[in-house]
């Protein structure tokens, strides 16, 4: 699948049939006591769509950073969640919720890295890693 078609098929159509419900993902909340995550740790959230996980992790006080190719499903999930947000542009795209630490950056993931981005203490990876082609996986 090209990256374009994520708009084409799914967010522009409003169909999201990878079971989005506005709740974080049952293994976050079956986990949450075993991950060992810091507090306030900073978590990296690639292809993030519009994640409900986010916001149940940001409640946590962690900071979330997450990368999303598709503006439609960053400004839904802005949207959805009632998030008054600034959008600022430095070479890519940025969305910074105002209440919650919850900032997105609208991009390929291939086009960002560190230097962009930071380091992190974690990532939460849910549907992110299987929607890269094969091909690209190891890049
Ligand atoms: C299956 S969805 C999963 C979304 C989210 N992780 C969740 O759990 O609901 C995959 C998302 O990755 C985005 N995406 C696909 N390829 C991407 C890429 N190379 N860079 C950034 N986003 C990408 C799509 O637009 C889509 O929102």
């Given at each position: ?49 519009m ?24 400004r839904k999930f ?62």
């Open positions: 699948m090209e990256l374009k078609d994520w708009d084409r098929l799914f967010w522009k159509r409003n169909f999201i049939p990878w079971d989005f419900v506005p709740k974080p993902h049952n293994h976050l909340l079956r986990y949450d006591n075993e991950i060992g995550l810091k507090r306030n740790s900073r978590i990296f959230v690639p292809l993030c769509g994640s409900g996980d986010m916001i149940w992790l940001a409640n946590k006080g962690h900071e979330i950073v997450g990368i999303e190719y598709s503006e439609v499903a960053i802005f949207n959805i969640n009632k998030l008054e947000h600034q959008i600022y542009k430095t070479d890519l795209q940025v969305y910074k919720a105002n209440n919650l630490n919850i900032t997105i950056y609208q991009s390929n993931i291939f086009n960002v890295d560190e230097g962009i981005l930071g380091k992190f203490d974690a990532i939460w990876d849910r549907a992110a890693f299987t929607s890269i082609p094969s091909q690209d996986r190891t890049r």
